[in-house]
């Protein structure tokens, strides 16, 4: 058996593959093709755009693939959604589809641009949310370069973004957010029900969510005697409690336990205060909660 798997190619690939590395799956590219091999001989890969991956996962050419939230619903096909990956292309959030006008404009709210011409790669999803609040408007696909289309080609743009800086330097401002997106990985319906096959996708939504989970975060090992034992405790931030075992020495415990990487900076210092010794921090690669 071999899992046929789709990873997005383009502007959320590096951030991918960079994934999988850390959930412990090399995946190796070649630049001349779209077919990548893995770490695993039973998951082959191929490089598919995010738009396309759910019509390619819902035919059947493809088990499963990993693309965003927005290319889903604007598909409109029957994918498995497996698991939610909060991750993007620059950071570890969700990305925000909004519908901005010209700063200078007068439109305000989105009833202000009804019979105008928005812009966008999103088209259906974009026709489907001003239908909703029974707005009549004109979109029209954008194959690009969208924030510099309004005036002059459009009046408003509904765009994709994660800080807004390009959306500022092209002097658009934002009227409300349409959609928040994030990275899922989706699966093919067939595939879902063949247990081998469930089985290996599965595997795979948890080593990249422990992968996701353990960013940002650093495993922190330490000795104390009993007696002080309280005081450490009472200073550790966990996932859910700290793991806390005997040594050796019968007045001794072992602590082990997982904490955000800032707050090492100003915690360990108080837990040095409070007696504890041995004090070992470790860089994670998986979390699996």
């Not at 502007?11 to 091999?37: C, D, I, K, M, W």
């Not at 090992?221 to 019968?250: C, E, H, S």
């Not at 205060?273 to 699996?288: C, D, R, S, T």
């Amino acid at each position: 058996m071999k899992l046929r798997l789709g990873i997005p190619k383009g502007s959320l690939q590096e951030a991918t593959l960079n994934l999988f590395a850390r959930a412990g799956l090399r995946v190796y590219t070649n630049a001349r093709s779209y077919f990548a091999n893995t770490d695993d001989p039973e998951i082959e890969c191929l490089l598919i755009r995010a738009q396309e991956m759910a019509r390619y996962v819902e035919h059947g050419a493809l088990d499963a693939g990993l693309t965003g939230l927005d290319w889903v619903l604007e598909s409109g096909l029957g994918v498995v959604k497996v698991i939610d990956l909060v991750y993007s292309k620059q950071s570890m959030g969700k990305v925000k589809w909004v519908l901005a006008v010209p700063e200078n404009s007068n439109f305000q709210k989105l009833e202000d641009l009804r019979g105008r011409i928005i812009a966008t790669e999103l088209v259906s999803f974009t026709r489907n949310y001003f239908a909703s609040r029974d707005v009549d408007v004109r979109v029209e696909f954008s194959w690009g370069a969208t924030e510099i289309k309004p005036p002059l080609l459009a009046d408003a743009i509904v765009e994709v973004t994660e800080t807004g800086s390009s959306l500022r330097a092209n002097h658009l401002r934002i009227l409300e957010t349409v959609l928040e997106s994030n990275t899922q990985l989706v699966a093919n319906q067939a595939a879902w029900a063949d247990s081998m096959r469930r089985q290996k996708i599965e595997n795979l939504a948890v080593m990249l969510s422990g992968a996701i989970a353990a960013l940002g975060r650093v495993g922190l090992m330490l000795n104390v005697r009993k007696a002080d034992l309280a005081a450490v405790l009472g200073l550790l931030p966990a996932l859910q409690n700290p793991t806390v075992a005997p040594l050796a020495d019968g007045e001794w415990v072992a602590v082990n336990t997982v904490i955000e990487e800032q707050a090492a900076w100003l915690l360990i210092p108080k837990l040095k205060q409070a007696n504890a010794q041995g004090i070992v921090e470790y860089p994670l690669n998986k979390v699996v909660m």
